[in-house]
T-cell receptor, first 119, second 110 residues
Framework: EAQVTQNPRYLITVTGKKLTVTCSQN?????MSWYRQDPGLGLRQIYYSMNVEVTDKGDVPEGYKVSRKEKRNFPLILESPSPNQTSLYFCASSLGTSGRARHWRETQYFGPGTRLLVL | GQQVMQIPQYQHVQEGEDFTTYCNSS?????IQWYKQRPGGHPVFLIQLVKSGEVKKQKRLTFQFGEAKKNSSLHITATQTTDVGTYFCAPYSSASKIIFGSGTRLSIRP
C-alpha cells in the first residue's frame, strides 16, 4: 500500500531534550516536506527536500533540522525543543516536478501526523 | 511575498444547507490545489485548478478558479455529515515552497 508513515504518532518531552521524528514514504517520491499545524494558522512549511541531499528552508525553519540521505526517508530533528514547538507535525511527499508541464504541481500525500508536546 | 487569505475561518451549517469557502491571493496564481482534513486526520488532496475561469465538479463539490486567477472557491451543495472537516486551499507559489491557506472549518448540525 502506498503511504507516508511517521513515528512516533504522539510524543511528550521536556525542554532541551533532543528528539527526532521519522518520516518514510514507499512511493519513490522525489519531493518531501515537513509542516506544522497550529490552530488558526493552518499548515506552515518547515523544511522541504527536492531530492536526496537537497534540502531547503520553508517559512518556519527556526529550531528545526532535516536530512535527506535516502530518497524514502526525511527525518525532522529538534536539537533543543522549546514549548513553542508544541504542535501537530505532518510529513508529506509528492512525485516531484521534473518532466511535467509548466505550472503543474503533483499531489502531496500526507502522513498521519505527530502530535508533540514540549513541557 | 505572497499573501493568501481564506474565509470564513469557521462555518456551522444545518445538514442540507450549502457551504462555500473562498481563497484570495494578493498575486496572480499559476494554479491552486484544495485539500480536506477530517477531524483528527491528515490533509487529503481533492483537486487542482490550472486554467483561468476553470470550474470542476466532484459530486456535490464545485471548485472554481477566478478569471484573474487571484481567487478560488469551493462550494458544497446540500451538505452531509461526511463533509465535516477543514478545507484548505494551497496556491502555487513556486516549484518548491508550498503555501496553504489558514483553512475553513466546517461543522454540521444533523
Amino acid at each position: 500500500e502506498a503511504q507516508v508513515t511517521q513515528n512516533p504518532r504522539y510524543l511528550i518531552t521536556v525542554t532541551g531534550k533532543k528528539l527526532t521524528v521519522t518520516c518514510s514514504q514507499n512511493m519513490n517520491h522525489e519531493y518531501m516536506s515537513w509542516y506544522r499545524q497550529d490552530p488558526g494558522l493552518g499548515l506552515r512549511q518547515i523544511y522541504y527536500s527536492m531530492n536526496v541531499e537537497v534540502t531547503d528552508k520553508g517559512d518556519v525553519p527556526e529550531g528545526y533540522k532535516v536530512s535527506r540521505k535516502e530518497k524514502r526517508n526525511f527525518p525532522l530533528i529538534l536539537e533543543s525543543p522549546s514549548p513553542n514547538q508544541t504542535s501537530l507535525y505532518f510529513c508529506a511527499s509528492s512525485l516531484g516536478t521534473s518532466g511535467r508541464a509548466r505550472h503543474w504541481r503533483e499531489t502531496q500525500y500526507f502522513g498521519p501526523g505527530t502530535r508533540l508536546l514540549v513541557l | 511575498g505572497q499573501q493568501v487569505m481564506q474565509i470564513p475561518q469557521y462555518q456551522h451549517v444545518q445538514e442540507g444547507e450549502d457551504f462555500t469557502t473562498y481563497c484570495n491571493s494578493s498575486t496572480t496564481l499559476s494554479n491552486i490545489q484544495w485539500y480536506k482534513q477530517r477531524p483528527g486526520g491528515h490533509p487529503v488532496f481533492l483537486i487542482q485548478l490550472v486554467k483561468s475561469g476553470e470550474v470542476k465538479k466532484q459530486k456535490r463539490l464545485t471548485f472554481q478558479f477566478g478569471e484573474a486567477k487571484k481567487n478560488s472557491s469551493l462550494h458544497i451543495t446540500a451538505t452531509q455529515t461526511t463533509d465535516v472537516g477543514t478545507y484548505f486551499c494551497a496556491p502555487y507559489s513556486s516549484a518548491s515552497k508550498i503555501i496553504f491557506g489558514s483553512g475553513t472549518r466546517l461543522s454540521i448540525r444533523p
